[in-house]
């Protein structure tokens, strides 16, 4: 198994493809981005999918038709990931993968691999998963960012500090260099400021203070009091400073009514950006199971997906 993988761990909206267009422009580098896809089928006590069903779920993956991966059907599970990465190396290059979640089932395939933890303010994370459709108000649009780090978490428990890294993205933008040497070092690779090139040829622009804590004036009182509240102890585990504003505890009612409102929406957003017939059809054949349906929906709104990548 090629243990030689550094894995970029961090929540969605944490700056994940900020760092992939960073590391990928360094020349001893290869990012190729996401690759939740390696992970995301072992089970929670490490059971590896069996082939079949696994092949089944990559079949409509969006990301990994994206990547042109070639996959042999002679394989094992272990031995499919491990001809992915195989694909996926550059020579003199080491290489780098996001990943999202599911961070401690990474040791089962990769147990002396290296990780980068991103960490972002789930105030900015919560804000910025409504702009992407994922929820309809912060406190839902946190609950990807608790989860991520309780994922963190139990991956610590499974290796030793010397495999691991933790960087913040609010210091990334103000102390780029800093930052991205001390990654450099850890990698194992000599800093370069063509790190800084993504910007060239990319829809994103260099470093931007005006990225850091935008929460403050882009989420009202009890917006800020939502995600705090359902935040509280890992922001304190990570070092980030509540408000001040008053921790607190939603009734019954209100919790009813931001539940409606999220799912409300999300079917909104999701008509909106697919069709009505596209999404019924894919919400139809996932209820009832019609699998030849619902691929086939699947793979249209992947096709719909793409128009909207960065």
Same mark, same amino acid.
């Given at each position: 198994m090629n243990n030689n993988v550094v894995f970029v761990c961090g929540? !969605?909206? +944490?700056? +994940? $493809? %900020? &760092?992939? !267009?960073? !590391? #990928?422009?360094?020349?001893?580098?290869? @990012?190729?981005?996401?690759? #939740?896809? !390696?992970?995301d089928q072992i089970s929670?006590?490490?059971?590896f999918p069996t082939m079949a069903a696994y092949l089944e779920w990559l079949s409509v993956h969006r990301i990994f038709q994206s990547k042109l991966l070639s996959i042999d059907i002679s394989l094992d599970y272990p031995e499919l990931i491990d001809s992915f990465i195989v694909q996926m190396n550059q020579? @003199?290059? &080491?290489?780098?993968? @996001?990943?999202?979640?599911?961070?401690? *089932?990474?040791p089962y395939v990769f147990p002396n691999a290296k990780f980068i933890h991103l960490i972002r303010d789930p105030r900015d994370v919560a804000r910025s998963s409504i702009g992407m459709g994922?929820?309809? @108000? &912060?406190? =839902?649009g946190i609950e990807h960012w608790l989860q991520t780090e309780q994922d963190w978490k139990q991956l610590q428990n499974k290796i030793l500090p010397e495999?691991?890294?933790?960087?913040?993205?609010?210091?990334?933008? %103000? $102390?780029?260099?800093?930052i991205l040497k001390e990654v450099c070092s850890f990698i194992g690779v000599p800093y370069s400021d063509k790190m800084f090139n993504y910007a060239d040829n990319s829809t994103y622009s260099r470093p931007d203070p005006s990225l850091v804590r935008q929460w403050k004036t882009k989420l009202t009182i009890?917006? &800020?009091q939502y995600v705090e509240s359902r935040a509280k102890v890992?922001?304190?585990? %990570?070092?980030? #400073?509540? *408000?001040? =504003?008053p921790l607190i505890s939603v009734g019954l009612l209100e919790r009813y009514w931001l539940k409606v409102s999220n799912k409300v929406f999300t079917i909104k957003f999701s008509i909106k950006r697919y069709g009505f017939i596209l999404f019924?059809?894919?919400w139809f054949s996932r209820l009832f199971n019609v699998v030849k349906i619902n691929k086939q929906s699947l793979r249209a709104m992947n096709e719909v997906d793409k128009q909207y990548l960065k």
């Amino acid at each position: 198994m090629n243990n030689n993988v550094v894995f970029v761990c961090g929540a !969605l909206r +944490s700056g +994940s $493809s %900020l &760092v992939h !267009l960073i !590391l #990928d422009h360094h020349p001893e580098i290869k @990012n190729p981005g996401e690759f #939740d896809f !390696l992970f995301d089928q072992i089970s929670g006590d490490g059971k590896f999918p069996t082939m079949a069903a696994y092949l089944e779920w990559l079949s409509v993956h969006r990301i990994f038709q994206s990547k042109l991966l070639s996959i042999d059907i002679s394989l094992d599970y272990p031995e499919l990931i491990d001809s992915f990465i195989v694909q996926m190396n550059q020579e @003199n290059c &080491v290489l780098a993968l @996001n990943i999202h979640r599911g961070f401690h *089932s990474i040791p089962y395939v990769f147990p002396n691999a290296k990780f980068i933890h991103l960490i972002r303010d789930p105030r900015d994370v919560a804000r910025s998963s409504i702009g992407m459709g994922w929820a309809g @108000n &912060v406190y =839902y649009g946190i609950e990807h960012w608790l989860q991520t780090e309780q994922d963190w978490k139990q991956l610590q428990n499974k290796i030793l500090p010397e495999q691991y890294l933790e960087i913040r993205f609010e210091d990334l933008i %103000l $102390s780029p260099e800093a930052i991205l040497k001390e990654v450099c070092s850890f990698i194992g690779v000599p800093y370069s400021d063509k790190m800084f090139n993504y910007a060239d040829n990319s829809t994103y622009s260099r470093p931007d203070p005006s990225l850091v804590r935008q929460w403050k004036t882009k989420l009202t009182i009890r917006e &800020v009091q939502y995600v705090e509240s359902r935040a509280k102890v890992l922001m304190e585990e %990570l070092a980030y #400073d509540l *408000s001040g =504003y008053p921790l607190i505890s939603v009734g019954l009612l209100e919790r009813y009514w931001l539940k409606v409102s999220n799912k409300v929406f999300t079917i909104k957003f999701s008509i909106k950006r697919y069709g009505f017939i596209l999404f019924f059809k894919e919400w139809f054949s996932r209820l009832f199971n019609v699998v030849k349906i619902n691929k086939q929906s699947l793979r249209a709104m992947n096709e719909v997906d793409k128009q909207y990548l960065k």
